[in-house]
């Protein structure tokens, strides 16, 4: 773009994102650094500014909107996710809103998947193990769950939803399926398309990738453990308010499921005092 001149302000809601990442914006924009979790820091630094690249856990709201001022042109989101922005008063101010829903996906696959191998193969308790010198007599205690031959069920099937679906195929699972908002017809190749019930009852391993929501906040509570498979391995790489947490220990500590592998938390991070973690 050719501003003539003119050097829009851009306020940046992070203070170490990696030079790379900004370097098209310093050419064009004067940038204005604020610490990402000091929300003190951010209503003061964005007065007046053109733009606003968001990567802070803070709700962007009415009030840092209107601390921002009527001269605000654009707002981008370091994220796939946009559920701490107030998209209704953004949209009210017509102020386009940007965010990024597949750049990451194949790196999101990638993990977990990964988690899902850690979980269920019990690397962690393995490591423990070692660790405190309490290695176990019992040779069967690390075989853990297998994806081979598995039912795989992944909750919410966009981009990173189809990415898992697709990297998994290699690991010759006995199916993978598929709940979803909408029936993904282009996608019938990697994936069924069953029911919630149906998906939480028959699978193996559950991967969550969907978008928070009403509907999907706590979805994974006490009564979904109840019905899981108590060999069930759970991986949730969507966001930590879909999972109900003191649910879910209960199911762990309870052994009503086998495992879990959390990439997210609510809230984030958790508290050291949480019995979760």
Known sequence: MNFKGWRPKVLVAHTKLPYASLKNLREKCDLIFANSSNRAELLEKVKGVDGILWASVQKLDREVLDAAGSQLKS??????????????EVRLRNIPLGYTPSLSKSAVAEHAIGLALAAGRRYYDG????????????????LGMELRDAVIGIFGFGDIGQAIAEKLQSFQPR?????????????????KFVS?????????????????????????????????KTRSVLINVARGGAVDHLALYDALKNNSIFSAGLDVAFPEPLPTSHPLL
């Open 196 to 228: 919630f019930e149906h998906l939480i009852k028959t699978s193996d391993f559950i991967f969550i990738s969907c978008a928070l929501t009403n509907e999907t906040r706590k979805l994974f509570n006490a009564e979904v453990f109840e019905e899981m």
């Open 175 to 191: 199916e993978i399926i598929y709940c979803s908002r909408t029936k993904k017809e282009h996608a019938s190749v990697l994936a």
């Open 127 to 142: 490591r423990l193990c070692i660790e405190e010198d309490k290695w176990p007599d019992e040779p069967q205690t690390f």
């Open 75 to 88: 707002i981008s989101l370091k994220s796939a996710g946009y559920e701490f922005v107030d998209v209704a």
